[in-house]
């Protein structure tokens, strides 16, 4: 009688299990469909996408995929994507680990002011400051150069960076600092040989997210750099929008190799963001 009786109560209690996981199957699914739409639009014509748009296609043509290659210029804007990206993303780790570490270990007023400062770079919008930063640009002559975009982008996610950086630091004892000066390691070497190597979670969730922005980002790219031979992926792709109509098979091929190297990317680091998310959850 006991074993009947906790069978219907041991179904009843699995039930509202089954009905979160059937209403995610059902998210995913929905959340799956502008992919599909997407891939599957890739290897249409014209009339196919127009007349079926979400059915399967009815073949597997690349010649699309070639066509937005060769339009592109792939491997040049894949090239300064990736110059554009990296060495962004060296500075923003380098200057915000450097200027986070005196922040998080000198408790003075004067430190508490410039990092609430710092701070107020996550709270302005960098849209509000782009005639200024155009103007700046400008008169140093960094217009249409690299160069120029790397340090915009160095400075607009080094707030972010520095305070995630300074929560880090702070949950690192001091005592380990303390025992490698008592071995004659000055400041300098003690930073970059006991305490930045215990950033890594932070430090790959920072390399992540700014590579993920920076990579996606559209305003600097066709602000400051006008030569076609400068620009990135996503500028390739905004030339080939109509001013009446757009061709979306052709449009659709050079979407998919803009987010390709970042969806490789992502699954590659995709553990490193877990292992950063839960560090942060765990020691903030």
């Given at each position: 009688m006991t074993n009947v009786s906790a069978t219907p109560k041991r179904s009843s209690s699995r039930l509202p299990g089954m009905l979160f996981e059937a209403c995610m199957l059902v998210l995913a699914a929905l959340v799956a469909v502008p992919?599909?739409?997407?891939?599957a639009t890739t290897f249409k014509s014209p009339a196919e996408a127009s007349v079926h748009p979400l059915r399967f296609p009815t073949g597997?043509?690349?010649?699309?995929?070639?066509?937005?290659?060769?339009?592109?210029?792939?491997?040049?804007?894949?090239k300064n994507n990736l110059v554009i990206t990296v060495v962004s993303v060296l500075l923003v780790v380098l200057v915000s680990a450097m200027a986070a570490y005196p922040l998080a270990r000198r408790r003075h007023a004067v430190n508490r002011f410039i990092f609430v400062l710092i701070l107020s770079g996550i709270m302005v919008p960098y849209q509000m400051a782009i005639i200024p930063l155009f103007k700046l640009i400008k008169s140093l002559h960094l217009i249409d150069n690299q160069i120029g975009v790397i340090l915009i982008y160095t400075f607009v996610f080094m707030p972010l960076a520095t305070f995630i950086f300074n929560g880090f630091i702070r949950t690192i004892p001091v005592e380990l600092e303390e025992a490698a000066k008592i071995d004659g390691c000055g400041t300098w070497r003690t930073y970059w040989?006991?305490?930045?190597?215990?950033l890594r979670p932070a430090t790959a969730t920072i390399v992540i997210l700014t590579s993920l922005n920076i990579w996606n980002d559209f305003i600097f790219p066709l602000l400051f750099l006008q030569s076609r031979d400068k620009g990135t992926i996503l500028l390739e792709v905004y030339r080939n929008v109509g001013q009446f109509s757009t061709d979306w098979t052709k449009m659709f091929p050079m979407m998919v190799l803009g987010i390709l190297p970042m969806l490789l990317f992502y699954l590659v680091m995709q553990k490193h963001i877990i292992k950063g998310i839960a560090s942060g959850s765990i020691k903030g």
């Open positions: 992919f599909y739409y997407l891939f597997l043509n690349f010649d699309q995929y070639a066509e937005a290659w060769n339009a592109m210029n792939y491997l040049n804007v894949l040989q006991i305490t930045f190597p215990l």
